[in-house]
């Protein structure tokens, strides 16, 4: 039996294909390093906890660890704790600042595809757990296209893109659509793609940088994405990055922070049929899950 059965009959086992009471996951990556990919997660990540809902921050990211740094929420135990050394869901979530939650995936993502039934069956009940705790998951992806990106990128019902006016973030982010598009388990009909555009000097600059991208994914993929909002370039929120802090916190009223607030809006404002139909990280998860075993 390969991993693919295996993780199927654990989920049937436990009946875990109901989707009440499971939290909204939103997968945010960009074409390219440097363009406020985690800068974004955490600044919702607050805006989110000020209207109210539970928020958990998924780190995905191998290589670095941004968002715990800006949280400053150094984290106990990750991902490879729970699945390998018998500490449970509530262990390995770290709080920050506003009770926001924070797992670090650590060396444990890189292992996922190489996990008995038993640790599958732990695994998911774990998360299943996870999707109680929150109402809405932010899954924080390395930046590119690398393997492990594209596999939570394609696993996720709904995408934050975030790009710049950078002709060359532009450039990585149609290159990022188009290898998720011509994917044969990418779904556009139950994926939904928002777009952030970061680092605008103008509205119309971020307005122009959004309609081009928009213009090429229909022309060339056949396909459409969701303009969510702009977040323009201001002396605050370069304090605030070179200093790893969250303008959101650290200045609220600034133009920087109240863009995040209108983003984060139109996030919870906007969800639509399909993103109601969640189906939670533990159905994320499976997704990433079945795929790498093939």
Do not use: C
């Not at 990211?61 to 500490?87: F, Q, S």
């Not at 290898?179 to 994926?191: A, W």
């Amino acid at each position: 039996m390969d991993q693919a059965e295996q993780l199927r009959n654990v989920i049937k086992q436990k009946n875990l294909a109901s989707t009440s009471g499971s939290a909204r996951v939103v997968t945010i990556t960009s074409g390219k390093g440097g363009v406020g990919k985690s800068n974004t997660a955490v600044n919702m990540a607050v805006w989110l906890r000020k209207m109210g809902k539970k928020v958990i921050i998924f780190d995905a990211d191998i290589g670095l660890a941004n968002v715990e740094v800006m949280l400053g929420a150094i984290p106990k135990y990750n991902l490879t704790d729970l699945i390998y050394k018998g500490r449970n869901i509530k262990e390995i979530v770290t709080w920050g600042p506003m009770d926001i939650g924070f797992i670090s995936g650590g060396s444990g993502i890189a292992s996922l595809n190489n996990l008995s039934k038993n640790q599958l069956s732990f695994l998911v009940h774990s998360l299943e757990e996870l999707n109680e705790m929150a109402d809405v998951i932010i899954v924080d992806t390395g930046a590119g296209i690398s393997d492990y990106v594209l596999e939570f990128v394609l696993a996720s019902p709904e995408i934050l893109l975030v790009t710049t006016p950078d002709p060359s973030s532009l450039t990585d982010s149609y290159s990022l659509l188009k290898i998720l598009h011509r994917n044969p388990f990418f779904s556009k009909e139950n994926t939904k793609i928002h777009v952030v555009v970061n680092k605008v000097h103008r509205k119309e600059e971020g307005e122009a940088i959004f309609a081009k991208l928009n213009s090429v994914v229909g022309r060339f993929l056949n396909g459409d994405v969701n303009f969510i909002g702009m977040i323009p370039q201001d002396s605050d929120m370069d304090i605030a990055v070179r200093s790893q802090k969250i303008v959101s916190l650290e200045k609220p009223n600034a133009i920087s922070s109240r863009a995040y607030e209108v983003l984060t809006g139109n996030f919870v404002n906007g969800e639509n049929k399909q993103a109601a139909m969640r189906k939670g990280i533990t159905q994320l998860f499976s997704s990433f899950l079945s795929r790498k075993s093939k």
